[in-house]
């Protein structure tokens, strides 16, 4: 969640707890809740997620350089490979 208000935030963490023990019977992880300046960006699904832009991670990024300059020997899945990759990148 991303709110300008830190009290906001605060208190949606309560009830999203509280809907998450009563209706889904789970819990929140206590260590894995962070609020920061939205301004710090934060990681979702491989991209890091900045107020003005979007940032590729290291993770798919190094693994794309492999795919690249360490081709698979089947050039129809090398040839997919990439495809997927670009196909990615196109959104950052």
């Known amino acids: 969640m991303i709110c300008d208000d830190k009290q906001i ?3 949606a963490i309560s009830r999203i707890r509280e809907f998450m023990r009563e209706n889904l019977k789970l819990t ?6 962070r609020l920061q300046p939205a301004s710090k960006g934060f990681s979702f699904l491989g991209a890091y997620i900045y107020p003005n832009y979007l940032k590729l991670g ?5 693994n794309f350089r492999e795919c690249v ?3 698979n ?5 090398q040839a997919q490979m990439v495809q997927s990759y670009l196909g990615l990148l ?3």
């Open 28 to 33: 929140l992880h206590p260590k894995k809740i």
């Open 73 to 77: 020997t089947s050039k129809g899945k």
């Open 69 to 71: 300059f360490k081709p």
């Open 58 to 62: 290291k993770r798919i990024e190094r």
């Open 90 to 92: 196109k959104h950052f």
């Open 9 to 11: 935030l605060l208190g």
